[in-house]
């Protein structure tokens, strides 16, 4: 079973535009983790946040956390068409050894 | 690139067969957790090693197994193969539970 639930499931937006993907999750965690997945390969990790932390920034990127509500958000700006990809959330729960995965948000920059 | 290396990339098996799938992990990571991600689907934990010693497991059944070397690379072996473990398998190193994981390219694995 899925911890993390992504909305929306598909997002296609035009190059320069800004995407967003919010995520939600059922239990109590650790930190939470967006990472990016091309062409159905290996993951790649974008960014961590703790739960004592609210935002989180890293270039293009920027995560917030709302531990009250469980969810997170992903923003991209602006979005080029490099940034295709399928974007997962990923929880740690605060005595778990395992990452629990959404079903990810497929993202198509149009160019 | 992450270091995390898989081998091999694709695989082809036919029901009832027996696989050995294989993983080094990144330099400094002495914790490699594998990862189960079936077609449109996130990836599922299967289990995680940490220092040669199974440290949590996800809802697999015992045929799925692994090992973990002293070097910290791994191994996860599938028993008697059903056409549902068609999947990708990916396999990620991190250096302890609650950090970010590096995961390598995985190994996609056909079961006809």
């Known amino acids: 079973s899925q911890q993390g639930e992504e909305d929306p499931q598909a997002l296609s937006i035009q190059e320069g535009e800004n995407a967003t993907m919010n995520c939600s999750y059922k239990?109590?965690?650790?930190?939470l983790q967006w990472y990016r997945q091309n062409s159905g390969r290996g993951l790649v990790h974008l960014i961590l946040?703790?739960?004592?932390?609210r935002e989180k920034h890293s270039g293009r990127l920027r995560v917030t956390l709302d531990t009250s509500k469980k969810s997170s958000s992903l923003l991209i700006t602006a979005s080029r068409a490099a940034d295709t990809a399928s974007y997962f959330c990923?929880?740690?729960?605060?005595?778990?050894?395992?990452?629990?995965f959404g079903a990810g948000t497929t993202v198509t920059v149009r160019a | 690139e992450t270091g995390v290396t898989q081998s091999p990339t694709h695989l082809i098996k036919t029901r009832g067969q027996q696989v050995t799938l294989r993983c080094s992990s990144q330099?400094?990571?002495?914790?490699v957790s594998w990862y189960q991600q079936a077609l449109g689907q996130g990836p599922q934990f299967i289990f995680q090693?940490?220092?040669?010693?199974?440290?949590g497991r996800g809802n697999f059944p015992p045929r799925f197994s692994g090992l973990q070397f002293p070097n910290y690379s791994s191994e996860l072996n599938v028993n008697a193969l059903e056409l549902d473990d068609s999947a990708l398998y990916l396999c990620?190193?991190?250096?302890?539970?609650?950090?970010?994981?590096?995961f390598g390219q995985g190994t996609r694995l056909t079961v006809v």
């Open positions: 090693y940490y220092r040669e010693e199974e440290n």
């Open positions: 239990t109590s965690i650790n930190n």
């Open positions: 990620a190193s991190s250096s302890n539970s609650h950090t970010e994981a590096f």
């Open positions: 990923a929880t740690a729960g605060s005595g778990d050894y395992k990452l629990s």
């Open positions: 330099s400094g990571h002495n914790t």
């Open positions: 946040i703790r739960s004592n932390e």
